[in-house]
């Protein structure tokens, strides 16, 4: 598990900003619902928007993800904070 992060951190970073932002494109969710403490299983994700969110967070972070490691987190804030973990940051 990671270690726990200060929230406005994290939401200031750009992985969550962009996340975030694929998240509303894919979900049609108002962008206040996508926060740190958010369920990733309430934002009405299906596992091909898992698997596009994905491919764009790999393209501009240079990380691979499988697509299953999102539902393997309970909030957004957890899987953020895995991949800033995973790239170094």
């Known amino acids: 598990m ?3 992060v200060d929230k406005n951190a994290l939401i200031d970073s750009e992985l969550f900003q962009f996340l975030r932002a694929q998240v509303v494109k ?11 403490d958010a369920a990733l ?15 764009e967070v790999e393209s501009k972070f240079d990380v691979e993800i499988d697509p299953i490691e999102i539902f393997e987190h309970e909030t957004v804030g957890d ?3 895995t991949l800033l973990d995973r790239i170094g940051t």
Do not use: H, K
């Open 79 to 81: 899987f953020v904070q």
């Open 41 to 55: 299983s309430d934002l009405g994700l299906q596992s091909i928007d898992a698997v596009l969110l994905c491919g």
């Open 2 to 4: 990671s270690a726990v």
């Open 26 to 36: 894919r979900s049609r969710i108002p962008a206040e619902s996508v926060t740190p």
